[in-house]
């Protein structure tokens, strides 16, 4: 299991909403480390999507958006797009034992 | 454009070294703000991160790897290299090295992956 948790999976029609959770803990996330998003296309490398919790790199669409509060993050994807179909990960890193960046277990969003 | 590559055997034997190289152009591996990692994702499953390395030397690899990995930097090749040792079944995966920025940075640059399958 994940240190940073994550449903397998999430579903919506083109044009819809939809949110991705990570939730981790008080040596994670809720210690004020920051989390990172990457997009996973099928048979492809994962791509950066959003740091810093909030922030795009350049060419990212405004459609993909991040927060954080607590123990918690999420993306958030607006104006569903069929390309869109992917796994997402979120990252952050983990103050317990001697320290270790750790991933969710990964979700993988379906366009209907 | 910094680009990444990974290179090594895509076959390993059971109880063998797996010896992957990334090999980073377009930039310099020396440079002060980043740092260097592998992540390895085995098939149908999800990330995990396997070790980083500063240009100088300095290792951070993941608790539950740390006594079997070994990551190491040539900074006159522009490489990095990490060395698994004692393979299973289990170490199967695909292997990815990766640029991130700061020690707590997000990995901004990816490599495209090699397949590593460990089998007799």
């Known amino acids: 299991q994940s240190v940073l948790t994550q449903p397998p999976s999430v579903s919506g029609a083109p044009g819809q909403r939809v949110t991705i959770s990570c939730t981790g803990s008080s040596s994670n996330i809720g210690a004020g480390y920051d989390v990172h998003w990457y997009q996973q296309l099928p048979g492809a490398a994962p791509k950066l999507l959003i740091y810093?919790?909030?922030n795009r790199p350049s060419g990212v669409p405004d459609r993909f958006s991040g927060s954080k509060s607590g123990t918690s993050a999420s993306l958030a994807i607006s104006g569903l797009q069929a390309e869109d179909e992917a796994d997402y990960y979120c990252q952050s890193y983990d103050s317990s034992l001697s320290g270790w960046r750790v991933f969710g277990g990964g979700t993988k969003l379906t366009v209907l | 454009q910094l680009q990444l590559q990974e290179s090594g055997p895509g076959l390993v034997k059971p109880s063998e070294t797996l010896s992957l190289t990334c090999t980073v152009s377009g930039g310099s591996i020396s440079s002060s703000y980043y740092y260097w990692g592998w992540i390895r994702q085995p098939p149908g499953k999800g990330l995990e991160w396997i070790g980083s390395?500063?240009?100088?030397?300095?290792?951070y690899y993941n608790p539950s790897l740390k006594s079997r990995v070994t990551i190491s930097v040539d900074t006159s090749k522009n490489q990095f290299s990490l060395k698994l040792n004692s393979v299973t079944a289990t170490d199967t995966a695909v292997f990815y090295c990766?640029?991130?920025?700061?020690?707590?940075?997000?990995?901004?640059?990816w490599g495209q992956g090699t397949t590593v399958t460990v089998s007799s």
């Open positions: 390395i500063y240009y100088s030397g300095s290792t």
């Open positions: 810093d919790n909030i």
């Open positions: 990766a640029r991130h920025t700061s020690w707590l940075g997000a990995m901004d640059v």
